[in-house]
C-alpha cells in the first residue's frame, strides 16, 4: 500500500517535546478527539485502578475517549505516610474519584491524589502569565538542590524557592526539612515573563493561609485506607468507630501492661485495642485482667487503636455528662407526653426551652 519516499497526508495525533517524537496517523479524518484535546493539565477526572506496580498505580481514566493514566506513589496523598499506606492497600478496581491531570506524555495522563491539589486546580497556573506576585499557590517538591528548592505546578511551569526562603530555621538541612513530592504552599515573591523565572517563599510566616485542605486531606485519606485494608483484612467494617465517640466513657480489660504504657482489649472487638499511655493513668495502679472504665481520647480508624484516659478529671466529666443527658432525655420525654396532653404552663415551657437550647441532638432522635 505504501513505499518508501512515498509522498502522503497524515495527522498529528499527538507529541512529546521532551523525546522530540511525533506520532502520527495515516487517517486524516480522526475517528475520536486525541487526549491532549479532550484532557489537558488542570482537569480533574475520575479513574479506576488497572494495577498497582512499584514505580506507579496505573488507571484506566473515565472520560471521553480511553485513556490511561499513571499516579507515582507520592502523589497517592498529601501526608507522606498515608501515601505509603495507600499504595499498599490498593487493589485492581478501586476507583479514584478526583485526580488532578498534572500533565500529559504522549497518549499518557500524569496524575495526582493529592487532596490539596485536586481542589484548587482552578487556581493552578500552567504559564508564567497565570502567576501574580503575593499569591499563595499550591505545588509539590519536584527537586532540592543545595542553594533552594523547585516547586512544580501544572506541566512543566516550576518556581524556585532559594534557600533564604525555603525555610523559618536556617539551620536545618533543606534535605531533611523538605522530600521529593512533598506538597506545599509556596508564596510568590517575583514572577518575570521575560525569564519565566516564578521566586517563591516557602516559609510558613509567608504562606499563612485559611486553607484546611491538608488537615481535610488527613481525614478522608485515612478513612479511605481504614476501608481499604479492612476488605483486604476481611475484619469487620467501621462501624466499630461509631462505639468510641471522642469524651464517652468505655468498658475495657487490661490486657496487658508495657514499659510504655497499659493496652486495654475490648469484649465485643477482637481486632481493636485500646492504650493508655502512663501519663493518662493519673496515678492509678491497674492490673492484668481487671475490668477498668476509661474516656476516649482519640481514635486511629487505620491502626484500630483507641486512645484513652483512666484520670478521674476525665472519667468524671464523662460520666457526669451522660448521666445529665440521660436525665434530660427522660425529662423531654415526659415533656413531649405532657405536651400531648396539652399541658403548657409557663414554667413547664421554659423548662422544655432550657433542655432544648442545651441539647438540640434530642430533637435529632425523634
Known sequence: ?????????????????????????????????????????????????????????????????????????????????????????????????????????????????????????????????QVHLNSVLHGYICNIIESGVFIRYLGRLTGFSPRNRATDDRRSSLSEVYQIGQSVRSNVVDVSSETNRITVSLKQSSCSSTDASFIQEYFLVEEKIAKLQSVDSGSSDLRWVEEFNLGSTVK??????????VVV????????????????????????????RTTVLDVSKIERLVDLSLKPAFVNK?????????????????????????????????????????????????
Not at 252 to 261: D, L
Not at 265 to 291: N, P, R, W
Open 1 to 129: 500500500m505504501y513505499h518508501v519516499e512515498q509522498v502522503v497526508k497524515c495527522r498529528v495525533t499527538s507529541s512529546n517535546p521532551a523525546s522530540r517524537r511525533i506520532n502520527l496517523s495515516l487517517t486524516t479524518t480522526p475517528s475520536r478527539v486525541s487526549s491532549n484535546e479532550l484532557v489537558k493539565p488542570g482537569k480533574v477526572v475520575s479513574g479506576v485502578v488497572e494495577r498497582v506496580t512499584a514505580d506507579a498505580v496505573v488507571i484506566d481514566v473515565t472520560a471521553q475517549g480511553h485513556f490511561k493514566g499513571t499516579i507515582s506513589p507520592q502523589h497517592l496523598a498529601d501526608h507522606t505516610g498515608h501515601a505509603e499506606l495507600m499504595k499498599s492497600a490498593l487493589r485492581p478496581g478501586y476507583e479514584f474519584d478526583r485526580l488532578l491531570v498534572l500533565d500529559v506524555e504522549g497518549s499518557n495522563l500524569i496524575l495526582s491524589a493529592k487532596h490539596s491539589l485536586a481542589t484548587s486546580a482552578q487556581q493552578l497556573p500552567l504559564d508564567v502569565s
Open 252 to 261: 475495657g480489660k487490661v490486657h496487658e501492661i508495657k514499659e510504655f504504657g
Open 265 to 292: 482489649s475490648f469484649q465485643k472487638y477482637d481486632d481493636v485495642f485500646g492504650f493508655i499511655s502512663h501519663y493518662q493513668l493519673g496515678g492509678i495502679s491497674v492490673e492484668t485482667g481487671s475490668s477498668i
Open 318 to 366: 464523662s460520666k457526669k455528662q451522660t448521666t445529665n443527658n440521660q436525665a434530660q432525655k427522660v425529662i423531654l420525654e415526659i415533656a413531649i407526653s405532657l405536651l400531648c396532653c396539652n399541658v403548657h404552663s409557663l414554667s413547664f415551657v421554659c423548662l422544655i426551652k432550657d433542655i432544648l437550647k442545651k441539647n438540640n441532638s434530642f430533637l435529632l432522635s425523634y
